[in-house]
C-alpha cells in the first residue's frame, strides 16, 4: 500500500496555486493603488470615496451571477480569461499615466469594466479547488489560502506603496506582469472533469436552482445577514482611515503599512486556527470572533494615531481566519460541488450589498462630521453584525469540526 501524496505535492495543485496566487497579487497591487490614484486626479476625498463606490456597485450587482457562471462553464477557462482582461486593462491604465493622459472618468471606467469581469469570474478558481483537492484536506487547504492571501496582502501593499511613490503607474504595471505569470500558470492546468450532478439547463433555472437550495439553510442566510452588516462596518472603517491619512498628508508608503499590519496578524491568526480549529465549538468560536472584531477597534474613537491605527489592524486581523475556517469551512464542505459557485455568490452577493457604498459614506462623513463620529458609525455597525449572529441557530448549532461529515446543515 503506498502512502498518499500530500495534495500541496502535485503539479494540478502547483500550477494551480501559482495562478491563483498570481490573480491575488495584481489584484492587491491595482485595488491598493486605485483609491490613491483617484484622489491624485481630483484632490477630493470625497469624489475619491464615490468613485471607489461606483466600481463597489458594479461588482457587488455582477457577484449575484458569477456562481452561476463558474458552475456551467470550465473553470480553467475562466481563470485564463480573469489573466487576460487584467492584462489588457492595466496595461492600458499603466499606458494613460506613464503619458500624463489618465482622466478619473476613464479610470473609473477601466475599473468598473474589470471588476465586471473578474468578479463574475473570480469564484472559479476557489470553486476548482475542490475538485483538486479532497474533502479531507479541503480545511488544510483553505488555511494555506488564508496564510497566502496573509503573505501577498503584506507584501503587496507596502511593495505598491513604494511603487506608487516612485511613479504612479507602476503598481498597474506590475499587476500586469504578474497576471501573466498568472496566465502562463492557468494555461498549464489540466483539463478537469465537471463536477458531478452538473446539469446544461437554462442559465435562470440553474441560478434560481442554486439560490433556492442556499437559501434553504438557516446557516446561510444568518451568514447572509450578519456578513451584510458587519462588511459594511469593515469596509467602510477601512476606506475611512485610508482617506483620512492619505488627506492628511501621510505617504502611500505609511498607508500600505497599514495593510500589512492586518494580513500579519490574519497570518499569525491562521497559525492559530491551524492549531485550535480542530479543539473549538464552531458556533461559539464564530460568535467571539465577530465581537473581536468589533472591540479592537474602540481605541480608534479616542485617537487617530497612526500607530494606534496600525496596532488595532494587526488586533483585527488576528480572529478572522478561525472564524473563516469555521463559519465558510463549514458552509462550503456542506455544499455540493457542482453548486460551490452560486453558494458562493449567494452568500458574497447579499453579504456585500451595503459594504459597495462604504467607500462613499467614509468620505463623505470625513467632509462633513468629525473622525470619532466617523469611526463610531462603522463600529455600532460591526457590534450590531456580532450581536444578531448570538440569535442565529444557523450559526450557534455549528458543531466541532469532527463532527461536520455526520453533522446536517441546518
Not at 467602510?236 to 494580513?263: C, D, K, P
Not at 473622525?371 to 456580532?386: D, K, N, P, Q, T
Amino acid at each position: 500500500m503506498t502512502d498518499k501524496v500530500p495534495f500541496y505535492k502535485t503539479s494540478i495543485y502547483r500550477r494551480w496555486f501559482t495562478a491563483d496566487t498570481s490573480l491575488a497579487i495584481g489584484g492587491a497591487l491595482w485595488s491598493f493603488s486605485f483609491p490613491l490614484v483617484a484622489f491624485a486626479l481630483t484632490q477630493d476625498v470625497q469624489a475619491s470615496g464615490w468613485a471607489v463606490t461606483a466600481s463597489e456597485i458594479i461588482g457587488q450587482i455582477a457577484y449575484f451571477f458569477g456562481g452561476t457562471v463558474v458552475d456551467r462553464r470550465d473553470r480553467r477557462k475562466l481563470m485564463i480569461l480573469q489573466a487576460s482582461s487584467a492584462i489588457i486593462i492595466w496595461g492600458f491604465i499603466s499606458v494613460l499615466l506613464i503619458i500624463h493622459a489618465l482622466t478619473l472618468p476613464v479610470l473609473v471606467i477601466a475599473v468598473c469594466i474589470y471588476t465586471l469581469m473578474s468578479t463574475v469570474i473570480s469564484p472559479a478558481s476557489n470553486a476548482m479547488l475542490l475538485s483538486i483537492v479532497s474533502t479531507e484536506d479541503f480545511p488544510q487547504a483553505n488555511s494555506v489560502n488564508e496564510s497566502r492571501d496573509s503573505v501577498v496582502e503584506m507584501a503587496s501593499s507596502p511593495f505598491g506603496g513604494v511603487l506608487y511613490a516612485f511613479a504612479h503607474w507602476l503598481p498597474f504595471l506590475g499587476t500586469v506582469l504578474v497576471n501573466i505569470v498568472g496566465l502562463i500558470a492557468s494555461i498549464l492546468i489540466p483539463q478537469l472533469p465537471r463536477p458531478e450532478g452538473t446539469k446544461q439547463d437554462s442559465f435562470i433555472k440553474e441560478f434560481v436552482t442554486g439560490w433556492k437550495w442556499a437559501y434553504q439553510k438557516k446557516t446561510i442566510v444568518s451568514t447572509c445577514i450578519v456578513a451584510m452588516i458587519m462588511n459594511f462596518g469593515l469596509v467602510g472603517e477601512g476606506y475611512l482611515i485610508e482617506l483620512h491619512l492619505v488627506s492628511r498628508g501621510v505617504s502611500a508608503v505609511q498607508i500600505g503599512f497599514l495593510s500589512t499590519a492586518l494580513m500579519l496578524g490574519i497570518l499569525l491568526g491562521s497559525i492559530i486556527s491551524t492549531a485550535l480549529t480542530p479543539k473549538v465549538h464552531g458556533g461559539f468560536t464564530i460568535i467571539i470572533s465577530f465581537f473581536i472584531m468589533a472591540l479592537v477597534l474602540v481605541p480608534l474613537i479616542f485617537t487617530d494615531n497612526f500607530w494606534v491605527i496600525l496596532v488595532s489592524n494587526f488586533l483585527l486581523g488576528l480572529p478572522f481566519p478561525l472564524m473563516h475556517a469555521m463559519l465558510l469551512g463549514f458552509t462550503y464542505t456542506k455544499t455540493p460541488e457542482n453548486m460551490q459557485g452560486r453558494v458562493q455568490s449567494a452568500i458574497g452577493g447579499p453579504g456585500g450589498l451595503l459594504a459597495m457604498f462604504g467607500g462613499a459614506v467614509a468620505g463623505w462623513l470625513l467632509a462633513h462630521t468629525s473622525w470619532m463620529v466617523s469611526i463610531i458609525l462603522f463600529i455600532v455597525f460591526i457590534l450590531a453584525g456580532a450581536t444578531i449572529s448570538i440569535f442565529s441557530s444557523g450559526i450557534r448549532s455549528i458543531p466541532h469540526t469532527d463532527q461536520w461529515d455526520s453533522f446536517e446543515m441546518l
